[in-house]
């Protein structure tokens, strides 16, 4: 027969049991949905087709979402460069899967998300403001590339004199 020290320790072996067991799946669901999130804020690229460019700086993806690259400004519709940023845009994103990375802000005031865009590993942003279709344009607080994109620039004007360039300056 059990003695009353094997009964008090066979209910603690319980207890402590039924408590591992509600750790665990507290820890298994906080786990589950970390992952299910998009790694709680972790470097992750997303992964998306393009469907149509609109300028030489706003993509809308095949799901109907609108994206502004980061760091960069190209001419407006009317304006002198227009067609050419837009054309070099779609001749690097239209109709391809492009990875889309965000930094601090996830949206611009109208409403487009802002990303940095990758194809193939290419950073477009960087090859838009290298090649001279684009500016250069930082908004605090999104300037993780705004290294990366200066040098672009200033290998841009390096090998493009003022004025034989429409985007040089």
């Not at 845009?89 to 802000?105: A, D, G, I, Q, Y």
């Not at 865009?117 to 290298?130: L, R």
């Amino acid at each position: 027969m059990n003695t009353l020290n094997d009964q008090v320790g066979l209910y603690q072996d319980r207890n402590n049991l039924s408590s591992f067991r509600k750790y665990l799946n507290i820890t298994v669901l906080t786990a589950g949905l970390y992952f299910l999130s998009g790694c709680g804020g972790c470097n992750s690229k997303d992964k998306a087709y393009v469907a149509r460019v609109i300028d030489g700086d706003t993509i809308v993806l095949s799901t109907g979402e609108h994206i502004r690259l980061i760091g960069e400004n190209t001419p407006e519709k009317k304006e002198f460069g227009f067609k050419e940023a837009k054309k070099r845009l779609e001749e690097l994103v239209l109709n391809k899967e492009v990875e889309l990375e965000s930094e601090k802000r996830d949206k611009d005031k109208y409403g487009r998300l802002l990303r940095d865009v990758y194809v193939n590993g290419t950073f477009v942003n960087e090859v838009m403001i290298e090649e001279g279709y684009a500016e250069l344009m930082f908004f605090s607080p999104d300037n993780k590339y705004e290294s990366v994109l200066t040098e672009a620039r200033d290998r841009h004007l390096a090998t493009h004199s003022k004025g034989k360039c429409p985007r040089a300056h």
